[in-house]
Protein backbone atom coordinates (compact mmCIF):
# COMPACT_ATOMS: atom_id res chain seq x y z
CA UNK A 1 0.00 0.00 0.00
CA UNK A 2 1.39 3.48 -0.93
CA UNK A 3 1.79 5.88 1.74
CA UNK A 4 2.00 9.23 1.16
CA UNK A 5 3.92 11.98 3.51
CA UNK A 6 1.26 15.38 4.08
CA UNK A 7 2.76 18.19 5.63
CA UNK A 8 -0.23 19.75 7.52
CA UNK A 9 0.12 23.65 7.70
CA UNK A 10 -2.88 25.11 9.43
CA UNK A 11 -1.28 28.23 10.08
CA UNK A 12 -3.85 31.09 11.13
CA UNK A 13 -7.82 32.03 11.77
CA UNK A 14 -9.74 29.55 10.65
CA UNK A 15 -6.96 27.30 8.89
CA UNK A 16 -6.87 25.78 12.29
CA UNK A 17 -10.43 24.39 11.49
CA UNK A 18 -10.42 23.54 7.54
CA UNK A 19 -7.08 21.61 7.91
CA UNK A 20 -8.23 19.44 10.27
CA UNK A 21 -11.18 19.29 8.72
CA UNK A 22 -9.64 18.23 5.05
CA UNK A 23 -7.31 16.18 7.27
CA UNK A 24 -10.43 14.09 8.04
CA UNK A 25 -12.22 14.06 5.09
CA UNK A 26 -8.94 12.67 3.04
CA UNK A 27 -8.16 10.24 5.79
CA UNK A 28 -11.68 8.79 5.46
CA UNK A 29 -11.65 8.90 1.65
CA UNK A 30 -8.18 6.61 2.15
CA UNK A 31 -10.09 4.34 4.42
CA UNK A 32 -12.92 3.44 1.71
CA UNK A 33 -10.33 2.99 -1.17
CA UNK A 34 -8.15 0.81 0.49
CA UNK A 35 -4.97 1.42 -1.89
CA UNK A 36 -3.21 3.97 -0.24
CA UNK A 37 -2.96 5.91 3.40
CA UNK A 38 -1.74 9.62 4.52
CA UNK A 39 0.95 9.65 6.89
CA UNK A 40 0.27 13.78 8.19
CA UNK A 41 3.01 15.54 10.31
CA UNK A 42 1.91 18.12 11.79
CA UNK A 43 3.58 21.91 11.85
CA UNK A 44 2.18 24.61 14.23
CA UNK A 45 3.83 27.79 11.33
CA UNK A 46 2.19 30.72 11.92
CA UNK A 47 1.08 33.68 14.14
CA UNK A 48 1.84 31.84 17.30
CA UNK A 49 4.86 30.77 16.24
CA UNK A 50 6.07 34.14 15.55
CA UNK A 51 4.53 35.77 18.84
CA UNK A 52 7.10 33.36 20.06
CA UNK A 53 9.91 33.14 17.52
CA UNK A 54 10.16 36.33 16.14
CA UNK A 55 9.16 34.69 12.83
CA UNK A 56 6.59 33.13 11.49
CA UNK A 57 8.35 29.13 10.60
CA UNK A 58 11.87 28.30 11.21
CA UNK A 59 15.12 29.05 9.32
CA UNK A 60 15.04 25.43 8.01
CA UNK A 61 11.38 25.01 7.53
CA UNK A 62 11.96 24.33 3.95
CA UNK A 63 14.16 21.35 4.86
CA UNK A 64 11.76 19.59 6.99
CA UNK A 65 9.05 19.87 3.92
CA UNK A 66 11.12 18.85 0.58
CA UNK A 67 10.69 15.19 1.64
CA UNK A 68 6.72 15.31 1.75
CA UNK A 69 4.42 14.02 -1.30
CA UNK A 70 2.51 17.38 -0.78
CA UNK A 71 1.54 19.86 1.84
CA UNK A 72 -1.94 20.76 2.57
CA UNK A 73 -1.86 24.57 4.04
CA UNK A 74 -4.39 26.57 5.98
CA UNK A 75 -3.83 30.37 5.72
CA UNK A 76 -1.77 32.89 6.52
CA UNK A 77 -2.99 36.14 8.39
CA UNK A 78 -2.88 37.65 11.70
CA UNK A 79 -4.49 41.09 12.70
CA UNK A 80 -2.10 41.36 15.29
CA UNK A 81 0.65 40.84 13.24
CA UNK A 82 1.37 43.17 9.76
CA UNK A 83 0.36 41.47 6.70
CA UNK A 84 3.37 41.58 4.66
CA UNK A 85 5.49 40.11 7.66
CA UNK A 86 2.84 36.85 7.81
CA UNK A 87 2.55 36.16 3.98
CA UNK A 88 6.13 36.68 3.06
CA UNK A 89 7.26 34.82 6.21
CA UNK A 90 5.43 31.65 5.58
CA UNK A 91 3.22 31.04 2.66
CA UNK A 92 5.42 33.30 0.11
CA UNK A 93 8.47 31.70 2.03
CA UNK A 94 7.00 28.21 0.91
CA UNK A 95 5.78 29.21 -2.49
CA UNK A 96 9.19 30.77 -3.66
CA UNK A 97 11.46 28.11 -1.79
CA UNK A 98 10.22 25.28 -3.48
CA UNK A 99 9.26 27.53 -6.68
CA UNK A 100 5.76 26.65 -7.18
CA UNK A 101 5.36 28.73 -9.86
CA UNK A 102 2.25 27.51 -11.19
CA UNK A 103 -1.17 28.74 -9.01
CA UNK A 104 -3.90 27.22 -10.06
CA UNK A 105 -7.57 27.84 -9.50
CA UNK A 106 -10.32 25.72 -10.61
CA UNK A 107 -13.94 28.00 -10.18
CA UNK A 108 -16.66 26.58 -11.15
CA UNK A 109 -20.99 26.95 -9.81
CA UNK A 110 -21.57 23.51 -7.41
CA UNK A 111 -24.66 21.84 -7.74
CA UNK A 112 -26.76 24.00 -4.92
CA UNK A 113 -24.87 27.19 -4.78
CA UNK A 114 -26.46 30.27 -6.23
CA UNK A 115 -23.96 32.42 -8.41
CA UNK A 116 -24.61 36.52 -8.34
CA UNK A 117 -25.20 36.19 -11.70
CA UNK A 118 -28.64 35.03 -11.86
CA UNK A 119 -28.71 34.24 -15.59
CA UNK A 120 -25.55 32.65 -16.01
CA UNK A 121 -26.16 28.43 -15.76
CA UNK A 122 -23.59 26.42 -14.23
CA UNK A 123 -22.26 25.13 -17.95
CA UNK A 124 -21.64 29.12 -18.69
CA UNK A 125 -18.97 29.43 -15.18
CA UNK A 126 -16.18 26.70 -15.45
CA UNK A 127 -13.18 28.02 -15.84
CA UNK A 128 -9.27 27.56 -14.40
CA UNK A 129 -7.29 30.85 -14.01
CA UNK A 130 -3.50 30.46 -13.93
CA UNK A 131 -1.61 32.93 -11.57
CA UNK A 132 1.86 33.40 -12.39
CA UNK A 133 3.56 32.14 -8.79
CA UNK A 134 7.16 33.21 -8.32
CA UNK A 135 7.57 37.38 -10.03
CA UNK A 136 6.12 40.04 -11.51
CA UNK A 137 4.20 42.11 -8.60
CA UNK A 138 5.04 39.91 -6.02
CA UNK A 139 8.65 39.56 -6.94
CA UNK A 140 9.98 41.32 -3.43
CA UNK A 141 12.06 43.69 -5.09
CA UNK A 142 11.86 47.20 -4.36
CA UNK A 143 12.45 49.29 -0.87
CA UNK A 144 11.90 52.58 1.42
CA UNK A 145 14.03 55.39 2.20
CA UNK A 146 13.70 58.41 4.21
CA UNK A 147 11.04 57.03 6.31
CA UNK A 148 9.15 59.58 8.19
CA UNK A 149 10.42 62.11 6.49
CA UNK A 150 8.03 64.19 3.72
CA UNK A 151 11.06 62.98 1.11
CA UNK A 152 9.33 59.08 1.85
CA UNK A 153 9.88 57.15 -1.41
CA UNK A 154 8.71 53.72 -1.37
CA UNK A 155 9.10 51.27 -4.71
CA UNK A 156 7.69 47.73 -5.53
CA UNK A 157 9.28 46.58 -8.95
CA UNK A 158 7.16 44.03 -11.03
CA UNK A 159 10.31 41.34 -12.42
CA UNK A 160 9.17 39.57 -15.24
CA UNK A 161 11.87 37.27 -16.93
CA UNK A 162 11.31 35.81 -20.04
CA UNK A 163 11.87 32.16 -18.25
CA UNK A 164 9.14 32.94 -15.96
CA UNK A 165 7.06 34.09 -18.30
CA UNK A 166 7.70 31.33 -20.83
CA UNK A 167 6.78 28.87 -18.34
CA UNK A 168 4.08 29.83 -17.00
CA UNK A 169 2.14 30.52 -20.39
CA UNK A 170 3.57 27.23 -21.60
CA UNK A 171 1.74 25.65 -18.38
CA UNK A 172 -1.91 27.39 -18.72
CA UNK A 173 -1.09 26.51 -23.04
CA UNK A 174 -0.79 22.78 -21.96
CA UNK A 175 -3.64 22.99 -19.34
CA UNK A 176 -5.71 24.67 -22.17
CA UNK A 177 -5.15 21.86 -24.36
CA UNK A 178 -5.66 18.92 -21.91
CA UNK A 179 -9.68 20.91 -21.30
CA UNK A 180 -12.58 20.19 -23.62
CA UNK A 181 -12.89 23.46 -25.23
CA UNK A 182 -9.25 24.02 -26.03
CA UNK A 183 -9.39 27.87 -25.20
CA UNK A 184 -6.82 30.15 -23.38
CA UNK A 185 -7.19 34.14 -22.83
CA UNK A 186 -3.81 35.56 -22.01
CA UNK A 187 -5.05 38.61 -19.72
CA UNK A 188 -2.57 41.70 -19.84
CA UNK A 189 -2.35 44.97 -19.65
CA UNK A 190 0.33 46.21 -22.38
CA UNK A 191 -1.59 49.37 -23.18
CA UNK A 192 -0.12 50.98 -20.05
CA UNK A 193 2.37 48.76 -19.40
CA UNK A 194 4.96 49.08 -21.90
CA UNK A 195 7.91 46.95 -21.38
CA UNK A 196 7.22 43.95 -19.44
CA UNK A 197 3.53 43.25 -20.02
CA UNK A 198 5.06 43.80 -23.72
CA UNK A 199 7.28 41.02 -23.55
CA UNK A 200 4.19 39.14 -21.92
CA UNK A 201 1.97 39.53 -24.82
CA UNK A 202 5.12 38.66 -27.29
CA UNK A 203 6.05 35.47 -25.41
CA UNK A 204 2.13 34.26 -25.80
CA UNK A 205 2.35 34.74 -29.53
CA UNK A 206 5.23 32.73 -29.50
CA UNK A 207 4.52 30.26 -27.13
CA UNK A 208 0.86 30.13 -29.06
CA UNK A 209 2.49 28.43 -32.62
CA UNK A 210 3.22 25.24 -30.30
CA UNK A 211 -0.57 24.80 -29.58
CA UNK A 212 -2.43 25.53 -33.24
CA UNK A 213 -5.03 23.08 -31.69
CA UNK A 214 -5.70 25.60 -28.86
CA UNK A 215 -7.79 28.80 -29.55
CA UNK A 216 -6.62 31.71 -27.75
CA UNK A 217 -7.32 35.29 -27.23
CA UNK A 218 -5.71 38.35 -25.27
CA UNK A 219 -7.92 40.62 -22.90
CA UNK A 220 -6.90 43.48 -20.79
CA UNK A 221 -6.72 42.77 -17.32
CA UNK A 222 -9.68 45.58 -16.68
CA UNK A 223 -11.91 44.57 -19.72
CA UNK A 224 -11.38 40.69 -18.65
CA UNK A 225 -13.28 41.98 -15.24
CA UNK A 226 -16.03 42.93 -17.43
CA UNK A 227 -16.25 39.94 -19.29
CA UNK A 228 -15.85 37.49 -16.59
CA UNK A 229 -19.45 39.45 -14.89
CA UNK A 230 -21.25 39.95 -18.31
CA UNK A 231 -19.87 37.14 -20.36
CA UNK A 232 -18.77 33.62 -18.36
CA UNK A 233 -19.75 31.70 -20.96
CA UNK A 234 -16.92 33.00 -23.52
CA UNK A 235 -13.87 32.19 -20.76
CA UNK A 236 -12.59 28.77 -20.06
CA UNK A 237 -8.72 29.09 -18.91
CA UNK A 238 -7.10 31.84 -18.23
CA UNK A 239 -3.56 32.84 -17.56
CA UNK A 240 -2.13 36.35 -15.64
CA UNK A 241 0.72 38.12 -14.12
CA UNK A 242 0.84 37.37 -10.19
CA UNK A 243 -1.00 40.59 -9.24
CA UNK A 244 -3.74 40.31 -11.78
CA UNK A 245 -4.62 36.48 -11.07
CA UNK A 246 -5.06 37.45 -7.28
CA UNK A 247 -7.51 39.90 -8.19
CA UNK A 248 -9.59 38.13 -10.78
CA UNK A 249 -9.82 34.35 -9.18
CA UNK A 250 -10.96 36.38 -5.96
CA UNK A 251 -13.82 37.80 -8.35
CA UNK A 252 -14.32 34.28 -9.98
CA UNK A 253 -15.11 32.69 -6.91
CA UNK A 254 -17.15 35.57 -5.67
CA UNK A 255 -19.13 34.93 -8.91
CA UNK A 256 -19.44 30.92 -8.56
CA UNK A 257 -20.91 31.85 -5.23
CA UNK A 258 -18.44 32.01 -2.34
CA UNK A 259 -14.78 32.41 -1.35
CA UNK A 260 -15.15 29.60 1.14
CA UNK A 261 -15.50 27.13 -1.47
CA UNK A 262 -12.49 27.99 -3.75
CA UNK A 263 -9.54 26.33 -3.60
CA UNK A 264 -5.80 26.35 -5.12
CA UNK A 265 -2.87 24.06 -5.86
CA UNK A 266 0.70 26.21 -5.88
CA UNK A 267 2.15 24.23 -8.44
CA UNK A 268 5.73 22.89 -9.15
CA UNK A 269 4.91 21.44 -12.39
CA UNK A 270 8.79 19.63 -12.61
CA UNK A 271 8.03 18.42 -9.57
CA UNK A 272 11.40 18.76 -7.91
CA UNK A 273 9.45 19.83 -4.66
CA UNK A 274 6.13 18.95 -2.92
CA UNK A 275 3.53 21.21 -4.13
CA UNK A 276 0.80 23.06 -1.88
CA UNK A 277 -2.58 23.06 -2.09
CA UNK A 278 -5.13 25.98 -0.08
CA UNK A 279 -8.23 27.47 0.32
CA UNK A 280 -8.02 31.08 -0.83
CA UNK A 281 -10.66 32.80 1.70
CA UNK A 282 -7.71 33.87 4.02
CA UNK A 283 -7.54 33.32 7.63
CA UNK A 284 -10.99 35.16 8.92
CA UNK A 285 -10.24 35.80 12.40
CA UNK A 286 -13.77 37.25 12.52
CA UNK A 287 -15.19 34.15 12.35
CA UNK A 288 -12.48 31.70 13.88
CA UNK A 289 -13.28 28.92 16.79
CA UNK A 290 -17.19 29.58 15.98
CA UNK A 291 -17.67 26.28 13.78
CA UNK A 292 -19.31 28.83 11.26
CA UNK A 293 -16.24 28.07 8.42
CA UNK A 294 -16.71 26.62 5.39
CA UNK A 295 -14.35 23.55 4.63
CA UNK A 296 -15.20 23.53 0.99
CA UNK A 297 -12.25 25.09 -0.14
CA UNK A 298 -10.06 22.56 1.77
CA UNK A 299 -11.78 19.71 0.58
CA UNK A 300 -11.52 20.65 -3.10
CA UNK A 301 -8.18 21.71 -2.52
CA UNK A 302 -7.68 18.18 -1.20
CA UNK A 303 -9.21 16.75 -4.62
CA UNK A 304 -6.43 18.97 -6.52
CA UNK A 305 -3.94 17.15 -4.09
CA UNK A 306 -5.58 14.02 -5.56
CA UNK A 307 -4.94 14.76 -8.57
CA UNK A 308 -1.88 15.81 -8.24
CA UNK A 309 -0.49 12.69 -6.52
CA UNK A 310 -1.71 10.76 -9.63
CA UNK A 311 -4.78 9.67 -7.60
CA UNK A 312 -7.19 10.63 -9.80
CA UNK A 313 -10.47 7.88 -9.52
CA UNK A 314 -9.96 8.99 -5.65
CA UNK A 315 -10.30 13.02 -6.11
CA UNK A 316 -13.12 12.11 -8.54
CA UNK A 317 -15.08 10.29 -5.55
CA UNK A 318 -14.49 12.64 -3.27
CA UNK A 319 -15.29 15.58 -5.55
CA UNK A 320 -18.82 13.73 -6.19
CA UNK A 321 -18.94 13.68 -2.13
CA UNK A 322 -18.57 17.58 -2.41
CA UNK A 323 -21.02 18.18 -4.74
CA UNK A 324 -23.61 15.54 -3.33
CA UNK A 325 -22.96 17.72 -0.13
CA UNK A 326 -23.45 21.21 -1.80
CA UNK A 327 -26.65 19.71 -3.47
CA UNK A 328 -28.01 20.44 0.19
CA UNK A 329 -29.13 23.92 1.17
CA UNK A 330 -29.37 22.60 4.78
CA UNK A 331 -25.93 21.95 4.45
CA UNK A 332 -24.92 25.07 3.41
CA UNK A 333 -22.45 27.32 5.63
CA UNK A 334 -22.89 30.96 6.36
CA UNK A 335 -21.60 32.79 3.64
CA UNK A 336 -24.08 30.60 1.49
CA UNK A 337 -26.56 31.84 3.02
CA UNK A 338 -27.22 28.59 5.35
CA UNK A 339 -26.91 27.83 9.17
CA UNK A 340 -24.52 24.60 8.67
CA UNK A 341 -21.30 24.41 10.72
CA UNK A 342 -18.05 22.85 9.53
CA UNK A 343 -18.33 20.14 11.39
CA UNK A 344 -21.92 19.27 9.36
CA UNK A 345 -20.00 20.00 6.60
CA UNK A 346 -17.44 17.16 7.33
CA UNK A 347 -19.68 15.19 8.55
CA UNK A 348 -21.78 15.17 5.17
CA UNK A 349 -18.79 14.54 2.90
CA UNK A 350 -17.19 11.83 5.51
CA UNK A 351 -20.81 9.67 5.51
CA UNK A 352 -21.06 10.80 1.24
CA UNK A 353 -17.83 8.98 0.71
CA UNK A 354 -18.70 5.97 3.04
CA UNK A 355 -22.67 6.14 0.88
CA UNK A 356 -20.58 5.93 -2.55
CA UNK A 357 -18.39 2.93 -1.25
CA UNK A 358 -21.42 1.10 -0.34
Known amino acids: MKTYAIAAIPGDGIGQEVVPAGERVLQA?????????????????????YRQHGVMMPADGLEALRGKDAILFGSAGDPKIPDHITLWGLRLKICQGFDQYANVRPTRILPGIDSPLKRCKPEDLNWVIVRENSEGEYAGVGGR?????????????????????ERIIRYAFKLAQSRPRKQLSVVTKSNAQRHAMVMWDEIAAEVARDFPDVHWDKELVDAMTARMVNKPATLDTIVATNLHADILSDLAAALAGSLGIAPTGNIDPERRYPSMFEPIHGSAFDIMGQGLANPIGTFWSCVMLLEHLGELAAAARLMHAIEAVTAQPALHTRD????????????????????SQD
Not at 29 to 43: K, N
Not at 145 to 163: C, F, N, Y
Not at 336 to 355: E, F, I, P
Open 145 to 165: AHQGHPIEVATDVSIMTRTGV
Open 336 to 355: LGGQATTADVTQAVCHALKA
Open 29 to 49: LAATEGGFAFDFEHFGWGGDW
